[in-house]
């Protein structure tokens, strides 16, 4: 279960201070997928690295199964960040030189697994993702977007973790893309119990979603009609 706190995130610039996230409070059951719909500049982003623990909050809690990330000390977070989370980005973040394989390894040898289990695993977890064999060995900037895209999902998935977090993943895709990598998240979210928070703009895609929620002017709401 994921549970956040009357989360806080304020900026100093120059002149003036801003709180793109200024108060925000919801929690997830395990295995939930939602979505955050806002404008761009609404502070999507700035709450998926609180989430990930990629950055600090200025004030609030946010609760992992019990746990407050908040308080861990950094070497605990780096633990958190390699087992428990797994970021999906718009711009996909592979390592454009290494293969779709060895991209998915990768996680998992800084988790300590051994080369022949994470080869095994990879295989495994790009076929879930509808990439045939033929693209398990192509090297990353070979692939299409939304190819690259699946990789990303399966380096996500490569240490089990509780929760996926994806920034705009569908952002860079056509849309019948998009959907079916919307689609993808979303099956594997119920067969794996994962809780999926998704960052969009995409109405369409968001109303795939079991939850959603509107981030504006540092505030999140639950969206109830359909
Ligand atoms: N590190 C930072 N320093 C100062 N301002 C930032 C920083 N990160 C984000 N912001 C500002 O916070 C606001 C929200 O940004 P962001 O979370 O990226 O929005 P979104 O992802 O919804 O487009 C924007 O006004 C942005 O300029
Ligand atoms: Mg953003």
């Not at 992992?64 to 958190?80: E, F, M, R, W």
């Not at 697994?113 to 398990?136: G, I, Y």
């Not at 960052?199 to 009609?225: C, M, Y």
């Amino acid at each position: 279960m994921l549970e956040v706190k009357d989360v806080v995130k304020s900026f100093k610039t120059d002149d003036h201070t801003i709180k793109p996230v200024n108060g925000v409070s919801f929690s997830l059951e395990q295995g939930t997928f939602a979505a955050i719909l806002g404008k761009s500049g609404s502070g999507k982003s700035t709450l998926l690295s609180l989430l990930g623990a990629l950055d600090k909050a200025t004030s609030g809690d946010v609760l992992v199964d019990g746990v407050n990330i908040s308080a861990l000390p950094d070497s605990k977070l780096t633990a958190y960040r390699r087992d428990d989370i797994g970021f999906v980005f718009q711009q996909y973040n592979l390592i454009p030189n290494l293969s779709a394989k060895e991209n998915v390894m990768l996680p998992m040898e800084f988790a300590g697994l051994p080369r022949a289990k994470r080869s095994v695993r990879a295989a495994q977890l790009l076929n879930q993702v509808e990439l045939t064999e033929d693209m398990h060995n192509r090297k990353a900037n070979k692939l299409s977007g939304g190819q690259q895209q699946r990789v990303s999902i399966a380096r996500a998935l490569a240490n089990n973790p509780k929760l996926i977090l994806a920034d705009e993943p569908t952002g860079n895709l056509d849309d019948e893309t998009g959907e079916l990598i919307i689609e993808l998240l979303r099956s594997l979210c119920h067969e794996k119990n994962t809780t999926i928070l998704v960052v969009t703009h995409d109405q369409a895609l968001a109303r795939k979603t079991d939850r959603r929620f509107r981030l504006a002017r540092g505030k999140i709401s639950e969206i109830t009609h359909h």
